[in-house]
């Protein structure tokens, strides 16, 4: 019989091949020695995390990461049926995420909303080009908890600063926060307009979001 | 008090930085480029050599007397007319103005044609009245004049094209469609960017100029390559530049390869080799600037980048210079002074062959 420290490095290593039947078995294999918290914790979530490092370094691909999320997502539902209900995977957050108008970039936030639902957040991804007053309506719309500004352009970073002083007028900011980012966007572009963090790329973004959501 | 010398951040702020301190950020930078690429960081003597032009008084410098190199000029032909809240300077005026001005006024060895528009699928339905330009350019003109565009894939997917966007199909865990929407799109940009060409040569332009490959990931890439394949194929004399649109090919797909590599994750010195293979005359390496570094940490990382590439490179490798990239801070006019000194480093120390 495997020991504990080899059943994880299995589940662990599931997730990493971004197989799902692979991490099922894993799962399987797991079950009756640890508990399901432990294989989540310490096996699939584990493993997740050295997906985020593998991505980051350019040696996994967006794709990888969804196949790997979407593994995971199989493996905690077997396990949510042994859990109690109090222990159950919780909904870390909802998150509406998009580039500012006049700015068409896509795939950095395109890659941002994949990581964050990967996560385990709720992404309402708006797209590109959008009115700054679409961000607040689609923020109260799905009770948001944080709102995703991203600006490739000089010219249009000045629309993540509209759309916080459109939250402050419509007296939303204190119950939403706020990530920019983008090429042109910095830590001091965020705290100048108040935005509660800047992210320089798609892990950063999750790890400040979780910080921000899960930790307020 | 340690001597200061006036720098900038990435974002442009000006900053003020003793000489101990330069020489740390350029090894930073130099060290991140090798770590991530998997490429030898700067020497000592190469960092002394980029701090000493870092820190050179003059507001511009220029490279020695016998190391100039050849400059060209994407879409410069709209810089001088457009007016978009960008670079552009809004003084009415033709393309062909445009174009003559760099030729004859700021010394462009080559210059480049393009649309307002400015990416291959665009061009399309205003294609009689680009090759009407190329022509009357090509009259008036002595320097080789390439044609322009981005290959910019994102304009297959919706709402702009036909094929359902893999963002949104990755997000609802549909890989494998999201697999075959870019696989599609590739498909069309290769074969709309060969339509656009097969006209403009006949129409006399001298080649074309790939500019930002990849920016929709490695479709993008995909397609592009195999463009310049089938462009070299019919025209063996078309001059090629293949021009990057970042320092990293994003996994967009993850699992396209061309003649046996896998495109994903490729930096500046494994992409180069590949636009050979494909066809390019001159290969084009970008090198990203990072907006909350310092200017030495940035030039410092994108020098190691572009050595390795020109390095690798059996090609030319005309470095692409400017906002927002090869070191140079990201601003609408980037600042002279740093886009002099990158630009320095980048023929004296990483040994470009053009900019």
């Avoid at chain 1, 790997?68 to 539902?77: E, I, K, L, P, S």
């Avoid at chain 2, 006036?6 to 000006?14: C, N, P, S, T």
């Avoid at chain 2, 410098?61 to 016998?66: D, H, K, R």
């Avoid at chain 2, 060409?197 to 990931?217: C, K």
């Amino acid at each position: 019989m495997a020991s504990k420290e080899e059943l994880i490095q299995e589940l662990s290593d599931a997730i990493i091949s971004c197989k799902k039947d692979r991490v099922l078995e894993a799962v399987e294999k797991a079950k009756g020695v640890m508990e399901p918290s432990e294989i989540i914790e310490k096996g699939l979530a584990a493993g997740m995390n050295e997906v985020g490092t593998l991505f980051e370094r350019g040696k996994l691909f967006l794709p990888h990461v969804m196949m790997a999320a979407d593994a995971m997502t199989a493996g905690v539902q077997v396990l949510e049926a042994d859990m109690p209900v109090g222990e159950q995977k919780k909904k870390m957050g909802v998150i509406v995420n998009g580039t500012v108008e006049g700015d068409v970039h896509d795939i950095g936030k395109s890659i941002v909303s994949t990581m964050l639902q990967s996560a385990g957040f709720e992404v309402h991804d708006i797209g590109r080009d959008v009115p700054i007053r679409d961000f607040v309506n689609k923020a109260k719309e799905v009770n948001a908890d944080m709102i995703g500004l991203s600006a490739l352009m000089t010219t249009t970073l000045p629309g993540q600063k509209e759309v916080i002083e459109l939250l402050k007028e419509e007296g939303m900011r204190d119950r939403v926060k706020v990530m920019v980012g983008g090429a042109p966007a910095t830590q001091a572009w965020a705290d100048k307009i108040s935005a509660d963090c800047y992210a320089e790329n798609a892990s950063e973004a999750v790890a400040k979001a979780k910080e921000l959501i899960v930790g307020k | 008090m340690a001597t200061e010398y006036a720098l900038r951040m990435g974002d442009g702020k000006r900053i003020f930085l003793s000489k101990e301190k330069i020489l740390e950020e350029l090894e930073a930078g130099s060290a991140d480029a090798a770590d991530l690429g998997e490429i030898p960081a700067l020497n000592g003597n190469e960092i002394d050599k980029v701090a000493e032009i870092l820190m050179m008084p003059g507001k511009t410098v220029s490279v020695e007397q016998g190391m100039e190199v050849p400059v060209t000029h994407d879409i410069g032909t709209l810089r001088i007319d457009g007016d978009q809240g960008n670079s552009g300077v809004g003084i009415p005026s033709s393309r062909l103005v445009g174009c003559m001005m760099h030729e004859r006024a700021f010394g462009a060895d080559t210059m480049e044609l393009g649309h307002i528009d400015y990416s291959y699928k665009p061009v399309k339905p205003v294609i009689s009245n680009e090759c009407q330009a190329m022509e009357v350019c090509q009259q008036n003109m002595i320097v080789p004049l390439f044609y322009g565009a981005m290959p910019n894939m994102g304009l297959y997917y919706t709402p702009d094209g036909p094929f359902e966007n893999p963002g949104d199909l990755m997000k609802a865990f549909k890989i494998q469609e999201a697999w075959d929407s870019m696989e599609h799109s590739a498909e069309h940009l290769t074969r709309d960017t060969i339509w656009i060409m097969q006209r403009l040569m006949a129409s006399g332009s001298d080649g074309v100029n790939f500019d930002t490959i990849g920016a929709a990931g490695d479709g993008d890439f995909f397609g592009s390559l195999h463009a310049i394949e089938a462009l070299r194929k019919e025209f063996p004399n078309i001059y090629i530049e293949a021009g990057m649109a970042g320092e990293c090919v994003l996994g967009m797909h993850g699992e396209l390869k061309y003649e046996g590599t896998t495109l994903a994750g490729l930096w500046p010195h494994q992409q180069a080799p590949l636009a050979a293979k494909a066809g390019a005359s001159v290969f084009g390496p970008v090198c990203n600037t990072n907006t909350s570094k310092t200017s030495p940490w940035n030039l410092g990382r994108a020098v190691t980048f572009m050595k390795a590439a020109v390095k690798a490179s059996t090609i030319p490798c005309h470095v692409d210079m400017g906002m927002g990239v090869g070191g140079i801070p990201m601003l609408e006019t980037p600042p002279i002074d740093a886009v002099t000194r990158a630009s320095k480093a980048m023929v004296e120390v990483a040994g470009v062959d053009g900019i």
